[in-house]
């Protein structure tokens, strides 16, 4: 029989922290938006779509589904299904974005790091594919082509997160460069964006970035992008920020985890959509003052029954847990004890009496601790942890 260990995928809890999200979104349209048309998301405006559509008030932000590193981790396949009626899908990778297309989906796309040589530009006309604008050598290879290409870009704004963007000073000439290449038939929608640096745990740092941004874009028309997990998730910050169109960028909290280190998924309604889990293949008893594992860093205080779990950090479960960390037995919470090995960890079977070889066991997700509860204990975020399941961890999409 194969290897008993298994990543199951949930798409419908992936549908439901859309739903969430949007539900989230619709309570700080203004009231004064009540009766404004009603947008029903339609699987011909959104892509794959799903059974029942929700209705979206036009004043609410539009929604990128942020699906990078293979949908965090869930597969690009499993996020399509879950995210069918998303207003747009947004990744790093073009090949992530050629198969949104080959599989059917038809809504827009948008790679968050752009394009980078020459020769991507085909195929981002091909597969209507939108893309960021963040340095001027992107505008330089989109000024040095000739062909009208009708590419919808956003260009960024460094508010302050001093990863990619144009400076604020730089930025009205950068947006200049690219109505430029508009009026040449080069680009098609030209919106502007910016990236919050600490959306989750800083609103005056926030703050000040939504003003470097208004400030730089006063006057401006076409599209904003501004919002990630944290900020979308925050009560009235999404409102207000653009008299246009605006795209919130949700990602990690799409996936069932929390943005925020003091808030766990489940106060916002999420539902984790992967689930790790494994099986005991050994038990046996560890006498008072033996150890447990490489390096012996566990220490048995007395006799004590251990479990064998058939996962390790070849696996993605990482190596740096340490002893105490969350995990649940045939339905029963205990702890990992000792160093995680490539193929195996050890478990305190305490708790869990009646626990055998066999006994199914839950690294996180549904009957399990949450992927954040793991996360925290091991020093990292719930992020790491989806995306570092590799691909020999046979997967089920449900």
Not at 122 to 151: F, K, N, P, W
Not at 244 to 249: A, K
Not at 308 to 314: F, K, P, Q, R
Not at 367 to 384: F, K, L, N, Q, R
């Amino acid at each position: 029989m194969p290897r008993p260990i298994l990543a199951t995928i949930d798409t419908e809890a992936l549908s439901h922290n859309l739903r969430t999200v949007a539900d989230r979104l619709q309570q700080d349209v203004p009231q004064g938006n009540a009766g404004v048309p009603q947008v029903s998301l339609t699987p011909a405006q959104g892509g794959l779509g799903i059974a029942q559509p929700w209705v979206r008030p036009e004043a609410a932000p539009f929604i990128w589904a942020v699906i990078k590193a293979r949908g965090y981790g869930h597969g690009i396949e499993a996020a399509l299904a879950g995210f069918g009626e998303a207003d747009g899908l947004a990744m790093l990778d073009l090949e992530e974005a050629v198969r949104c297309r080959e599989l059917g989906w038809t809504g827009p796309l948008l790679l968050l790091e752009g394009f980078f040589e020459p020769d991507d530009l085909d195929a981002l006309v091909h597969y209507r594919i939108g893309t960021a604008l963040h340095c001027a050598e992107q505008l330089a290879m989109l000024e040095s082509s000739s062909a009208a290409r009708q590419i919808d870009a956003f260009v960024k704004l460094n508010t302050g997160m001093h990863r990619l963007g144009f400076q604020p000073h730089e930025f009205r000439a950068a947006h200049e460069r690219a109505l430029a290449l508009q009026a040449d038939g080069v680009l098609g929608q030209v919106g502007a964006m910016t990236h919050f640096a600490r959306a989750d745990d800083d609103a005056a740092v926030t703050k000040a970035q939504i003003d470097c941004f208004l400030q730089a874009t006063e006057g401006l028309s076409g599209p904003v992008s501004l919002c990630n997990s944290a900020a979308t998730l925050t009560p009235g910050l999404a409102a207000g920020l653009a008299a246009g169109p605006q795209w919130v960028r949700p990602g990690i909290c799409l996936y069932g985890a929390s943005p925020f280190a003091d808030q766990p998924a489940d106060s916002f309604g999420l539902r984790p959509a992967m689930t790790l889990s494994a099986q005991l293949i050994s038990v046996h008893r560890v006498p008072a003052g033996e150890s447990v594992g490489y390096g012996h860093t566990f220490r048995a205080p007395q006799d004590m029954r251990v479990g064998i779990v058939a996962c390790g950090y070849a696996d993605g479960y990482p190596r740096h847990a340490a002893t105490g960390t969350p995990i649940t037995v045939g339905g029963v919470a205990t702890r990992l004890v000792g160093r995680v090995s490539m193929d195996m960890l050890a478990v305190d079977l305490g708790p869990v009496p009646g626990a055998v070889v066999g006994t199914p066991v839950v690294l996180w997700g549904q009957g399990g601790p949450s992927v954040d509860e793991v996360a925290a204990a091991c020093g990292t975020i719930g992020y790491e942890l989806l995306t570092a399941v590799t691909p020999r961890v046979p997967r089920r999409v449900l």
